[in-house]
């Protein structure tokens, strides 16, 4: 590519396979844990997180011994942010909840959480958002199902729960991202939860370079322009560092 060449839109669509290095597992994807207990299930379902206190007692010490919010941003994480600082344009569009490619230092407006974060929670009522730290602190002080300090409405994590919808504002922005994007690049994700996977099949559609990384194999394999099944802590880190060396504008840090 030339110097006046404007550097391609990178969008990254990721999912829980760029995490597990950093020791987060599967919980939403259609393997697993949630899936596979349903117990574990109510406690990210909606009507039942509502209507049973017990349910949310029990929703606060699974927060509380989350290894989510403990876990630090790996290899991955960081190629995506060294893409960024190489002056490539670059989006991510999560399935994950952990906050680990912002933790990693990418711009947050460049982030858009497809299923919320576990890292605030939000009022049910007033739609108040705070930190899960503080809510957790209130658990640790003997609160077992803490209320919003503003109107005393039913405290949740502010993800996507099960029997949630996907906040349109954000799901209206990756969609966007995945017409506009010239490259697309799906990694650690099944690509078998919609809408999500659907917009590897848009990114494709526009005419975007649709490049898959993840151990196994996706519905979305036949249509893309390649296939990475090595290990992502590797595999995308070589990948972006390709893209920045080609497109980049400054040198990377
Ligand atoms: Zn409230």
Request: with cysteine; net charge positive.
């Amino acid at each position: 590519m030339g110097s006046n060449d404007k550097p391609p839109l990178v969008a990254i669509l990721s999912g829980a396979g760029i995490s597990t290095d950093s020791g987060i597992p599967d919980y939403r994807g259609p393997n697993g844990l949630w899936r596979r207990d349903p117990e574990a299930e109510k406690l990210v379902t909606y009507e039942h997180y509502m209507a049973d206190p017990a349910i949310r007692r029990r929703a606060w010490l699974m927060r509380r011994d989350s290894e989510a919010l403990r876990a630090r941003p790996n290899a991955a994480h960081d190629a995506v942010v060294r893409l960024e600082r190489a002056g490539v344009p670059v989006r991510v569009i999560t399935q994950n909840v952990d906050g680990l490619h912002q933790l990693a230092g990418l711009t947050e407006r460049k982030v858009l959480e497809l299923h919320g974060t576990a890292r605030a929670v939000v009022c049910t009522k007033c739609h108040r958002r705070s930190a899960m730290a503080e809510a957790l602190e209130r658990v640790a002080a003997g609160e077992a199902d803490p209320a919003c300090l503003a109107c005393g409405g039913i405290l949740k994590s502010a993800t996507v729960m099960f029997g949630q919808r996907l906040d349109p504002v954000v799901l209206g922005k990756a969609m966007a991202v995945a017409k506009g994007c010239q490259i697309m690049i799906a990694v650690g994700t099944s690509l078998r939860v919609q809408p999500a996977a659907s917009l590897a099949g848009i990114a494709a559609e526009h005419g975007a370079r649709l490049v898959i990384v993840n151990a196994e194999p996706t519905p979305y394999d036949p249509i893309a322009d390649e296939v990475v099944r090595e290990p992502i802590g590797s595999a995308l880190p070589a990948l972006l560092d390709g893209i920045a060396a080609t497109s980049g504008r400054a040198p990377a840090p």
